[in-house]
């Protein structure tokens, strides 16, 4: 099972890069500690989750190949 | 003006067959407010007047300067150290004198955002800080006004309709389903600190200005739950359905009384509000309803026996934030910087419900003073 994760915004100054794929995660939570793992300054920014073009809240579980979007708010006009 | 002048005016969108002379008049009938005269904003107001929207309002109190002049595409260098809405709305009628331009050149706040929005259809927020952004979504809410959001940052924007039914989402999501609070002041850089390129704000303005136009006309799609980000250096474009989050709700200032009460600012984080003072701290520390923390971590000294307090770490705030009855919390540390986090941690948790403090200049303030 294959999860591709897009990051938007500055948390590509973060991560390095727009796109990641990781494989056999269950749910978001393991998700976001695998990244905050990874990336330990994405613990300390807010951004919006979306699973498969869909915002999310809470933990949700991952099956079949999944599409993430982390966004984060933008305040700029 | 005579039905014919206005004809030619707006003919060339009329012979749409979609908009038509009943789309015309829908948009001349209709009443928007843009909040910022900004970069998002300018291009907006641009092509609202031109489409012939009958009653344009216009928020900012900036001035002009030269350093908006890449992107703020209303003004030019005879207009640096001027008003920025008042200019804008002379600008707009000298391009459409067959419209009604209403300005307002003030600072939105929740004092009197209720009364200035009631006024309108429809809302575009082309602000710049967070603290608008949350106060205008509210209110809206508040008026069950449609709101057109477009925000940016460096190379990309992020676009959508909010708080408008429609037959595909009957309850329409806001801005505080996608982020229901706000980042921590220092996570996000503004356009002054970030750079921004100027094309972007003109292309995401341009289409808060089509969206607005689909919804007052009835044409097409618009974003209604749902968000689309665009990505300027690759032209990719991203679009998210918004589910509307249960919780959202409650946040949200449930009548004007407390929506006039409720502290944008100090909810964005300007994080001067939380700090209290050496001697308002002595005046208050004995009070019934107060619970003091030190926040600092396990064995750090000096130890405190002057006032009654709780020792909780930041470093368990951060994991857990436990149940507090008292109204007051104050929190302190070292230095007073680390309780300021503290104190943002805790507003965040507790929101509205209790008065959260921290010690300006800490413990090695309070020894000094003694």
């Given at each position: 099972m294959q999860v591709q994760i897009m990051f938007f915004g500055q948390l590509t100054d973060i991560t390095g890069t727009p796109e990641l794929i990781l494989y056999d995660i269950p749910d978001t939570d393991t998700l976001q500690e695998t990244l905050h793992q990874l990336y330990p300054a994405l613990a300390q920014t807010k951004y919006a989750i979306a699973m498969n073009k869909k915002t999310i809240q809470g933990k949700s579980i991952l099956s079949g190949d999944t599409t993430i979007a982390l966004l984060p708010p933008f305040s700029g006009g | 003006m005579s039905k014919l002048a206005e004809n030619e005016r707006y003919q060339r969108q009329i012979s749409l067959k979609e908009l038509g002379e009943n789309g015309q008049q829908k948009l001349k009938n209709s009443k928007v407010l843009v909040v910022g005269a900004g970069g998002l904003g300018c291009p907006a107001l641009l092509y609202l007047a031109g489409a012939g929207i009958g009653h344009i309002g216009i928020v900012d109190f900036d001035l002009v300067s030269l350093s908006n002049l890449h992107r703020q595409v209303?003004?030019?260098?005879?207009?640096?150290?001027?008003?920025k809405s008042l200019r804008a709305g002379d600008i707009l009628g000298k391009l459409n004198p067959d419209i009604e331009i209403e300005v307002f050149n003030q600072k939105l706040d929740n004092s009197n955002a209720l009364e200035i929005l009631a006024g309108f259809d429809i809302i575009l927020d082309g602000t710049d800080n967070f603290a608008s952004r949350y106060l205008i979504n509210d209110a809206c809410v508040l008026l069950n006004k449609t709101l057109v959001y477009g925000a940016i940052s460096r190379f990309e924007g992020q676009l959508a309709v909010f708080n408008k039914a429609s037959i595909?989402?009957?309850i329409p999501a806001n801005y505080r389903d996608l982020f229901p609070l706000p980042p921590a002041d220092n996570e996000v850089l503004n356009c002054e600190e970030a750079g921004v390129i100027g094309v972007l704000p003109g292309i995401i303005g341009t289409m808060m200005a089509n969206e607005t136009i689909k919804v007052i006309t009835g044409i097409g799609e618009p974003l209604l739950n749902r968000l689309l980000t665009y990505n300027s250096l690759n032209n990719r474009f991203f679009e998210m359905d918004l589910v509307v989050m249960p919780?959202?709700?409650?946040?949200?200032?449930?009548?004007s009384d407390s929506f006039k009460a409720f502290n944008y600012h100090w909810f964005c984080n300007?994080?001067?509000?939380?700090e209290l003072n050496q001697d308002d701290f002595e005046r208050i520390?004995?009070?019934?309803d107060i619970q003091i923390v030190?926040?600092?971590?396990?064995?750090?000294?000096?130890?405190?026996?002057d006032f009654k307090h709780i020792h909780i770490p930041l470093s368990h705030l951060k994991e857990q934030i436990p149940d507090m009855d008292a109204q007051t919390i104050v929190l302190f540390c070292q230095s007073g910087k680390r309780s300021l986090s503290a104190a943002e941690l805790l507003s965040k948790h507790y929101g509205q419900s209790r008065k959260i403090y921290s010690l300006k200049d800490g413990i090695a303030g309070w020894q000094k003073n003694k």
């Open positions: - | 209303l003004f030019s260098v005879h207009d640096i150290g001027l008003s595909r989402a009957e919780e959202t709700k409650s946040m949200i200032p449930a009548n300007i994080n001067s509000n939380f520390m004995n009070d019934q030190d926040v600092r971590e396990q064995g750090e000294k000096p130890l405190i026996d």
